[in-house]
């Protein structure tokens, strides 16, 4: 474990965040968080240099503990998980951009797919994927069919209904009713 006094004086360079803690207590604790978090000294210094490349403003522990993360492993133990300052982990120092999972353990690895596959290795899934991909490209020219003209009727008989023939059935009704020609409905 570092010296908290020590880790106080690395840690000062953090000041230069805008809402870095100015209390003499927060600052301790913060020394006793780092001390416990990293394994030397030359860890809080990169900690420091890497925070103040990342952020303007003052992160927090959890922040500060994911960036330490990222690229050591903690020497108490305990990881970081998102935040919302980096939900998908600080960006890479290196240009990188693999998560440290997949630099350390070669998890993610992709493999290039055969000459003429677009999406999978599976000769039919790739048919099948290529085909549904052209019928939803929205820069695809567009099939259409030529307007049709209306049908018209084949019944010699069609009259179509007009608003005058919806009214004359309307009044019809209400003159049955008055007249008590209509039955009452019933249950």
């Given at each position: 474990?570092?010296?908290?006094?020590?880790?106080?004086?690395?840690?000062?360079?953090?000041?230069?965040?805008?809402?870095?803690?100015?209390?003499?207590?927060a600052?301790?604790?913060?020394?006793?968080?780092?001390a416990?978090?990293?394994?030397?000294?030359?860890?809080?210094?990169?900690?420091?240099?890497?925070?103040?490349?990342?952020?303007?403003?003052?992160?927090?522990?959890?922040?500060?503990?994911?960036?330490?993360?990222?690229?050591?492993?903690?020497?108490?133990?305990?990881?970081?998980?998102?935040?919302?300052?980096?939900?998908?982990?600080?960006?890479?120092?290196?240009?990188?951009?693999?998560?440290?999972?997949?630099?350390?353990?070669?998890?993610?690895?992709?493999?290039?797919?055969?000459?003429?596959?677009?999406?999978?290795?599976?000769p039919?899934?790739?048919?099948?994927?290529?085909?549904?991909?052209?019928?939803?490209?929205?820069?695809?020219?567009?099939?259409?069919?030529?307007?049709?003209?209306?049908?018209?009727?084949?019944?010699?008989?069609?009259?179509?209904?007009?608003?005058?023939?919806?009214?004359r059935?309307?009044?019809?009704?209400?003159?049955k009713?008055?007249?008590?020609?209509?039955?009452?409905?019933?249950?």
């Amino acid at each position: 474990m570092l010296d908290f006094n020590r880790t106080a004086d690395l840690l000062s360079g953090l000041s230069l965040l805008k809402y870095f803690p100015a209390d003499d207590g927060a600052r301790l604790e913060l020394a006793k968080l780092v001390a416990s978090m990293c394994a030397d000294e030359s860890q809080v210094e990169w900690l420091v240099k890497r925070t103040l490349s990342l952020c303007s403003d003052w992160p927090g522990p959890l922040v500060l503990r994911q960036i330490l993360c990222s690229k050591f492993k903690p020497a108490d133990g305990i990881s970081a998980g998102p935040s919302e300052a980096f939900p998908e982990g600080p960006p890479s120092e290196t240009g990188d951009m693999r998560c440290l999972a997949e630099r350390e353990l070669g998890i993610g690895e992709r493999l290039a797919l055969p000459a003429g596959h677009v999406a999978t290795v599976d000769p039919g899934f790739d048919k099948l994927i290529r085909l549904v991909a052209s019928q939803l490209d929205m820069n695809r020219p567009r099939r259409t069919a030529p307007a049709k003209p209306p049908e018209e009727p084949t019944n010699p008989n069609y009259k179509p209904i007009t608003q005058a023939d919806i009214d004359r059935a309307v009044e019809e009704l209400h003159e049955k009713r008055a007249r008590g020609e209509l039955l009452p409905p019933t249950l």
